[in-house]
């Protein structure tokens, strides 16, 4: 049974509450992948997650009596603009919108980048390009706009855009609106020596979603919106009496990581280590995780032998909010 951080050492969301206008949705990245190998070995695994930074350190063995290359990739989210939602992106007008690196024996990595663009399950990547619109759909709106009418038609019926009326301040306008997926994946291809350990370490910005209020200590929660808490962040009783305790006065902040690609090795991940900091000792914190322990003020740590994840993993973070 999953278990909880006690609230009193005091993130594509179906079935969440509806995002408000003061609410960013955080998107989740996670490890490194590759094709599934029975050679390949992930001797251990430390990951450490805060609302600043993810670090990930890897030991590889390659068990097998020759050398193996093959790619390692990097997927970042997808990035999509919705209409009346907000997205956390930590650099939405680069490539790399996460600041992803990554390096092997402590030496950096010259990765390579790609970038497609989707839409209605089409690779419409080349006429985003031929147009020179930029990839990203969160920085596309003004370029949109100055398209000849033919483009703009052309976009439409491919359902990489449509048209919108917004009010920016001067009354209602009509612009185009980007509707594309961007895909975007770091890869190399790394070469792992028979016989030897190999440490690999990324790191990144993560997409750190959140709202300025909650609702999780009121007695007017209505049951749906606790229910969707307790899945997604294992909340119990001790959490919420502790934000109800403070009057609920807290902000709301949301990291996902994707864990499930650790199923892609030979074996189970040999030592599995998790820590996550909550950033301040006031703050609150809740995730779904068993063997919990507070390793200093506004640490936890998980450890695991042999381990192989079969979900994902949500963080919930409250901070009291900021008193004039």
């Known amino acids: 049974m999953r278990k909880m951080v006690s609230a009193v050492v005091a993130f594509a969301l179906a079935g969440a509450p509806v995002l408000a206008n003061d609410s960013e949705a955080e998107l989740a990245a996670g490890g490194l992948v590759l094709k599934k190998t029975y050679d390949i070995e992930m001797k251990s695994e430390d990951l450490s997650i805060s609302a600043e930074r993810v670090r990930v350190k890897y030991q590889f063995l390659n068990s097998s009596s020759q050398d193996i290359s093959t790619v390692i990739a990097f997927p970042l989210p997808d990035i999509t603009v919705e209409q009346d939602a907000n997205m956390a992106v930590p650099s939405a007008g ?155 006065a807290f902000t709301e902040e949301w990291i996902s990581y994707v864990l499930t690609t650790g199923a892609n090795w030979a074996k189970p991940i040999g030592t599995f280590t998790l820590t996550v900091d909550k950033g301040a000792p006031l703050n609150l914190l809740s995730f779904c995780g068993e063997g919990v322990e507070k390793i200093g003020p506004t640490k936890f740590q998980i450890t695991k032998s042999d381990y192989t994840p079969a979900t994902d993993l949500h963080i919930l973070i409250l901070k009291p909010q900021e008193r004039d």
């Open 94 to 248: 680069t490539d790399n919108f996460l600041d992803f690196s990554t390096s092997v024996d402590g030496k950096p990595v010259k990765m390579t980048l790609e970038q497609k663009v989707f839409a209605r399950g089409v690779d419409q990547t080349l006429l985003i390009r031929a147009l020179q619109l930029p990839r990203s759909p969160l920085v596309a709106g003004e370029a949109l706009d100055r398209l000849d009418p033919k483009a703009k038609e052309e976009l439409i019926n491919l359902g990489l855009a449509e048209t919108q009326d917004i009010d920016v301040g001067k009354g209602m306008e009509r612009h185009l609106a980007p509707l594309w997926t961007l895909k975007t994946t770091y890869y190399w291809t790394q070469t792992f020596p028979a016989k030897t350990v190999l440490n690999v370490e990324h790191k990144y910005t993560p997409s750190v979603g959140g709202s300025v209020g909650t609702t999780i200590g009121l007695p007017s929660i209505d049951p749906e919106t606790l229910s969707y808490y307790k899945t997604r962040y294992c909340t119990d009783a001790s959490f919420i009496a502790a934000a109800r305790a403070k009057n609920n």
